[in-house]
């Protein structure tokens, strides 16, 4: 049976004849890696060019691929030690990127016009004094003018693109008071100027798109580097699924490129890639990913199997089925349809300010305006006094305010190994009260542990471990762990029973009761272990019965501890059976729990808590979490989470601790609070500067010191976010000291090589 | 003040040459990694060849 690895899909083919991939490449740290993989790659004769992103870990090659195909570059990368994933190049990527450069050229001009307008401006200034001559007070008007309106017309449109689209579907958002503030300013200018007057806000209208820009360009910035993160994470776990073809032959496509009615070979430690009907073969399956429930299940010909469930023994071909109303998936469906639906739009703090802001800075402008012309100033003087009302207020520090702590925020969640799908998750975070957790994969580890690690002496273990790591089945593997197994011993394989090796002259069997001739043994350890699977071992006539349990995450008590002591309710809502979640309520400080819940039961339980004023974050990593996963104010995901549950967390932490779900939380309400200290600090700075240009007493000087002053010390106060005091004791391995990038990217790694393609 | 006929084109000139290097660099992709452009600058992957 011939085995290939199909990566058509992946490769594109530009004009030029050359065939392009991109990958996600596992491991690039430093430039030491980037001439490794560049020179590595070289020496190939048909590889055109290969060129590294360090800042996203991402290669593109360019090869031609007449005489090498897709999977040799994999496995050419694999040979120098740089293990690599290919990546779907989409749409959206490429849009984010395109976008960025568009602020950032924005950025690069109001730059250059900033600083010649500046340049003349402070001339004005200090002409004032020096008793310039009009004319050439007029000519370096002129000069400003004729730099400031190509520079506003080509950097402003970032604003008055979004102003228009929220002015025509009538809503209103901070862009609106910025453009406006803006376009006045420099028609107000060029007015001034034409009236040889004083003073022109040139350099106002331009500083504040500069200012303005920076914000937008971090913002860009952030979510960007998160959806890069997140890309790559999916890159590397991509699922590839085994399709078996009508000659025999096995073709390992993306799980993408299945279609329904393809058959599947599904081998064991495999994970179950998608929904099917078994066609072929008898086996357990590992469902606790889809239902919570950790004892195996036993399939058969004609048995339903869900994608995330993993195969425990026997080979199964799998016939890839349409979701069929009435099944699981069938049902969690629905149950997301109905939960997304409900799901309650959340306005975020800027557009909440944006929405409070704009009509207020309006009516001070236009009350200004009345005011003066009521006082007898004539119209021409009064219009200018509200048009300065209308530039002073223009909510430079405002557009900063929430973005600055966003980015300094995000890069602490990163830190803390949790990568955000979005902006306003920072903001939901920071309201929650009550936290629910899943049990199976969330508090507790997705493998399992050896629960009577004591009792055994170590050849035992040794030997056990020998034997275990040889073999893919879920509590071989827990066994293999324990005893630190590396070399595998020469094994003959029982499919459904277990392994069998000649050890020092006697055959050593590990495997199920039957297969190790242990009966009696196994009902005793069930008796000791009721929650726990066993796996045996005999040697001769040596008898040992493995107790393999659900191991709590290393963490897990001090967190629940932790979150209690701040005033969070805590409770566990696990579709597994009631005994197993009582021990690990126990453990956990004898927090509430509901047991053998139901995807709906779990929606209701999260209704009748936000019913009660709660705002919940779940915490689930399950097929069967995600629709409670959306119903929540806003969830979380372990980095193992079925991709149903990914795809519908707010955020996704890494590592094998929980600690990054309380850091999350207190990174967010550090990160809101301070953005409200911002925005407090905008409306202060207001309430000083706008009086004065109320009574008409604002140069473009005073402006201009304001205006950057303010947004400074917003960016200031920002970066306080980087750092959280309090963040838990029990900082887990994976919480401390990892660079963003390389916390993103190695765990992954570890949740990809645990799912172990053959 | 004739002086300002020669320094204002020259301020601007000058301001103009260091946006125009910026937007060609934008365009030429040397923003778009910019931790790996500061690896490669002290990479010896060159010295090998001369030796």
Request: with cysteine.
């Amino acid at each position: 049976m011939t085995h290939i690895r199909d990566l058509s899909s992946f490769v594109q083919h530009p004009a030029g004849g050359n065939a392009v991939m991109d990958l996600v490449v596992d491991g690039v740290k430093c430039g030491g890696c980037i001439g490794a993989i560049e020179r590595g790659l070289a020496k190939e004769s048909s590889i055109r060019s290969a060129r590294v992103n360090l800042a996203n870990k991402r290669l593109r090659v360019e090869w031609d691929d007449t005489f090498l195909k897709p999977d040799e570059i994999l496995q050419k990368l694999e040979a120098i030690g740089y293990p690599a994933f290919p990546f779907a190049n989409n749409d959206s990527v490429s849009r984010e990127a395109v976008e960025e450069r568009f602020l950032l050229r924005c950025l690069g001009v109001a730059a250059f016009g900033m600083m010649n307008i500046m340049l003349l401006s402070v001339s004005v200034w200090s002409g004032h004094d020096t008793n310039m001559s009009p004319e050439v007070r007029d000519f370096f008007h002129w000069i400003s003018a004729l730099i400031a309106l190509p520079v506003v017309a080509y950097s402003g449109r970032p604003f008055f693109r979004s102003a228009l689209k929220a002015i025509r579907s009538g809503a209103m958002n901070m862009d609106v008071p910025i453009t406006l503030g803006v376009l006045l300013a420099v028609l107000m200018s060029v007015v001034e100027t034409w009236q040889h007057a004083e003073n022109a806000y040139f350099d106002s209208a331009v500083m504040l798109l500069l200012f303005l820009l920076a914000g937008r360009l971090l913002d860009q910035q952030m979510r960007r580097r998160t959806r890069d993160v997140a890309n790559n994470l999916q890159a590397m776990q991509a699922d590839t699924a085994c399709k078996l073809l009508p000659d025999g032959q096995v073709r390992e496509l993306p799980v993408a490129d299945i279609r329904i009615g393809d058959l599947v070979l599904v081998r064991p430690g495999d994970r179950v890639p998608v929904d099917g009907k078994v066609e072929y073969g008898a086996s357990e399956v590992d469902q606790s990913l889809v239902t919570g429930e950790t004892v195996y299940a036993a399939v058969a010909s004609g048995a339903q199997v869900y994608a995330g469930s993993i195969n425990v023994s026997n080979t199964l071909h799998v016939r890839v089925t349409a979701e069929g109303a009435g099944t699981l998936l069938g049902e969690i469906k629905q149950l997301l349809r109905n939960a997304l639906e409900q799901r309650s739009s959340y306005v975020a703090l800027a557009d909440k300010a944006a929405r409070l802001y704009a009509p207020l800075v309006h009516a001070t402008a236009l009350l200004s305006f009345l005011g003066w012309v009521l006082a007898g100033a004539g119209w021409q003087t009064s219009l200018i006094t509200a048009i300065t009302v209308l530039i002073i207020t223009c909510p430079c520090a405002l557009g900063l305010a929430v973005p600055a702590v966003q980015v300094v925020a995000s890069g602490a969640m990163f830190r803390a190994s949790v990568i955000m799908n979005g902006g306003d998750t920072l903001e939901r975070l920071a309201g929650v009260d009550h936290i629910v957790f899943d049990k199976t994969g969330t508090l507790t580890l997705p493998d399992g542990r050896l629960a009577n690690r004591g009792e055994l002496d170590e050849p035992t273990l040794q030997l056990a471990g020998t034997l275990a790591a040889a073999s893919k089945h879920p509590l071989a593997r827990a066994v293999a762990t324990a005893a630190q197994a590396k070399t595998p011993a020469a094994v003959r394989e029982f499919p459904g029973r277990g392994v069998e090796a000649v050890i020092a002259g006697v055959p050593a069997r590990l495997g199920s009761a039957e297969f190790c001739d242990a009966v009696d043994a196994f009902a005793a350890a069930a008796r000791r272990y009721p929650e726990a699977s066993l796996i045996g071992l005999r040697h001769g006539s040596l008898v040992k019965v493995f107790a393999v349990e659900q191991a709590l995450r290393s963490d897990a008590a001090e967190v629940v501890a932790e979150f209690r002591r701040l005033g969070f309710g805590v409770e566990i809502i696990s579709g597994d059976r009631e005994a197993t979640v009582r021990s690990i309520a126990l453990q956990l400080g004898d927090i509430p729990f509901r047991s053998a819940a139901k995807p709906a039961e779990k929606i209701a339980r999260l209704h009748a808590l936000k019913a009660a004023g709660h705002r919940v974050l779940m915490v689930g990593d399950g097929l069967n979490d995600a629709p409670a996963l959306a119903a929540a104010d806003v969830s979380l995901s372990p980095i193992t989470a079925a991709h149903l549950a990914q795809a519908h967390a707010d955020a996704v932490f890494l590592g094998s601790s929980l600690t990054p779900v309380l850091k999350a939380v207190l990174i967010a309400r550090k990160a809101r609070r301070l953005m409200l200290q911002n925005l407090w600090f905008s409306v202060i700075y207001n309430f000083i500067a706008v009086p004065l240009a109320i009574a008409g007493l604002a140069t473009p000087l005073i402006a201009a010191a304001a205006m950057s002053g303010s947004s400074v010390a917003v960016t200031l106060n920002s970066l306080r976010a980087r750092s959280v005091r309090n963040a838990g004791h029990g900082a887990g391995p994976s919480a401390t000291a990892l660079s963003p990038g390389a916390a993103a990217l190695s765990p992954g790694a570890a949740a990809l090589s645990q799912r172990a393609a053959p | 003040m004739n002086i300002l006929l020669y320094l204002i084109p020259l301020a601007l000139g000058l301001g103009l040459a260091g946006l125009l290097a910026f937007l060609w660099s934008l365009h030429s992709h040397q923003f778009d990694d910019l931790e790996g452009a500061g690896w490669r600058a002290i990479s010896d992957d060159d010295l090998d060849t001369k030796q």
